[in-house]
C-alpha cells in the first residue's frame, strides 16, 4: 500500500519570507497529489492538486511540484502571511478517490 | 455555495451508546468520503461511496462502524456500541467523482 511522509514536523518562517514544505510517497503508481490546510478546529481545506502528467502547478501564491522520480512532492508559499499559520497535509492516491495523508506540518509564521 | 455540512459539530456519548453521525455533501458531488482524525493515527479513510454506492470499506475499523447513503444529498455514519477508543474527529468530504475533495467542519466526538 501507499504511505506517506513529511520531512518535518514543524516549520517556523518569517512573515514575508517564502516557505517550502515537503512530501514523500511510497508507490510509485500513484497519479494524483494534493495539498491540503487546516486551522485549528476546522476541516481540512483544499489548497492546490497536481496530477501525474504535470510536474509543476501554480495558484495564488502557491506552487506545487512533483518529482516522480524520486516521489517527492513540495509545497511553496509565497510571501508568507500571519493566515498561513496552519497544518498542512499532503495526500496522494491513484485515481483521486483513495487518498492516503501524511501526517502533517505545522507552519508558524512569526512576526 | 453551502459547503459540507456535518451534524451534529460535538457529541458526548457514554460507552455502549449508539451514535449517529450526519453528512449532507455539496449539490452535484457524486462522491461523498467519511474520515476519522485522531492524534495517534492521523487523517484516514473510513469508507467512500460514488453515486451512492459503497466502493470501498475497508478502513472502517469493525463491525461496530456502519455507513449509509440512502440518496445523493444524504449519508450517516453510525457507531453501535461506542467505544472510549473511538473518540476522534469525523470528517466527511465530497467531491465530484476524480477531482478534489472539500471536507466539512467535522463531528468532534466524545465517549466516556
Known amino acids: 500500500g501507499e504511505s506517506v511522509g513529511l520531512h518535518l514536523p514543524t516549520l517556523s518562517v518569517q512573515e514575508g519570507d517564502n516557505s517550502i514544505i515537503n512530501c514523500a510517497y511510497s508507490?510509485?503508481?500513484?497519479?494524483?497529489f494534493i495539498w491540503y490546510k487546516q486551522e485549528s478546529g476546522k476541516g481540512p481545506q483544499f489548497i492546490i492538486d497536481?496530477?501525474?502528467?504535470?510536474d509543476k502547478r501554480q495558484g495564488q501564491r502557491v506552487t506545487v511540484l512533483l518529482n516522480k522520480t524520486v516521489k517527492h512532492l513540495s509545497l511553496q508559499i509565497a510571501a508568507t502571511q500571519p493566515g498561513d499559520s496552519a497544518v498542512y497535509f499532503c495526500?496522494?492516491?491513484?485515481?483521486?478517490?483513495?487518498?492516503?495523508f501524511g501526517q502533517g506540518t505545522r507552519l508558524t509564521i512569526n512576526p | 455555495d453551502a459547503g459540507v455540512i456535518q451534524s451534529p459539530r460535538h457529541e458526548v456519548t457514554e460507552m455502549g451508546q449508539e451514535v449517529t453521525l450526519r453528512c449532507k455533501p455539496i449539490s452535484g458531488h457524486n462522491s461523498l468520503f467519511w474520515y476519522r482524525q485522531t492524534m495517534m493515527r492521523g487523517l484516514e479513510l473510513l469508507i467512500y461511496f460514488n453515486n451512492n454506492v459503497p466502493i470501498d470499506d475497508s478502513g472502517m475499523p469493525e463491525d461496530r462502524f456502519s455507513a449509509k447513503m440512502p440518496n445523493a444529498s444524504f449519508s450517516t455514519l453510525k457507531i453501535q456500541p461506542s467505544e472510549p477508543r473511538d473518540s476522534a474527529v469525523y470528517f466527511c468530504?465530497?467531491?465530484?467523482?476524480?477531482?478534489?475533495?472539500?471536507f466539512g467542519p467535522g463531528t468532534r466526538l466524545t465517549v466516556t
Open positions: 468530504a465530497s467531491s465530484r467523482q476524480g477531482y478534489e475533495q472539500y
Open positions: 508507490n510509485s503508481a500513484s497519479d494524483y
Open positions: 497536481i496530477r501525474s502528467n504535470m
Open positions: 495526500a496522494v492516491a491513484k485515481g483521486a478517490q483513495k487518498l492516503v
